[in-house]
């Protein structure tokens, strides 16, 4: 039996604000180190860069954009980062990221951007393995200890962008069978261990790596 060449596993984490998003990755990522996969775990803005900064100002307030740019800097923050993506996924490194597209979707379209137009610019990024969304509802996150301070953590935006990650969900589950997308929607109003163990009922199937090419979001 000839040998398959695996390449790393493309695991996103999406979510609400207080879904306990960067807690679950961090706890996947040490996990999987732990498994001996060689693995990184990134997030979404990345707000190192000279876009990220840019993001990094108006998320806090101290800058203002228009909806439409802002929308093109979270993608094009995303694209300067997809050929190292695709490289270290190639190479055996498994990638866990917090935050991708979806987001750049349900939050921009939520302050009334069209679907359509906020899910062109990341059509052809690197397409997840899994994407494994968090789900809370927002009077719940509320409870956990209120949002921060930052653009966006109102409860009114929350519940809109639960909404447009429901669509997406949908659309996702859709083209499952051509693009082999898959979303898992897991229920994050839970403690911290169960929603772990359900993250690593989903990612764990991957931790051997992939042997099928990197799709392309959307197509
Ligand atoms: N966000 C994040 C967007 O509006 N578009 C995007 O493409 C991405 C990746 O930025 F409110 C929003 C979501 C959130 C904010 O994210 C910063 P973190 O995870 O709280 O840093
Ligand atoms: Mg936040």
């Avoid at 190639?90 to 866990?96: A, D, L, P």
């Avoid at 990221?97 to 359509?116: E, N, P, Q, V, W």
Wanted: glycine share 6%.
């Amino acid at each position: 039996m000839s040998e398959v060449k695996r390449r790393g596993a493309f695991i996103v984490v999406e979510g609400l604000d207080r879904s306990g998003k960067s807690t679950q990755c961090a706890a996947l990522h040490e996990r999987l180190v732990e498994s001996g996969v060689v693995a990184q775990l990134i997030k979404f803005p990345d707000r190192t860069t000279v876009i990220g900064q840019m993001i990094d100002s108006y998320l806090k307030s101290q800058s203002d954009m228009d909806d439409h740019l802002i929308h093109l800097l979270f993608s094009a923050n995303r694209w300067e980062l997809a050929s190292s993506i695709e490289r270290q996924l190639r190479e055996g490194t498994s990638i866990v990221c917090d935050r991708y597209a979806f987001s750049g979707i349900a939050f921009s379209a939520s302050k009334g951007l069209s679907y359509a137009w906020c899910r062109s610019p990341d059509i052809d990024l690197p397409a997840p393995d899994v994407t494994i969304f968090l789900d809370i509802s927002p009077e719940k996150a509320k409870e956990r200890g209120g949002y921060g301070e930052e653009r966006y953590e109102k409860e009114e935006m929350q519940k809109k962008v639960r909404q447009v990650f429901r669509r997406i969900e949908v659309e996702m589950q859709s083209q499952r069978l051509q693009s082999g997308n898959q979303w898992v929607t897991i229920d994050a109003g839970r403690d911290r261990e169960s929603v772990s163990a359900d993250v690593w009922r989903h990612a764990q199937p991957l931790i051997t790596g992939v042997e099928h090419p990197i799709r392309r979001l959307w197509t």
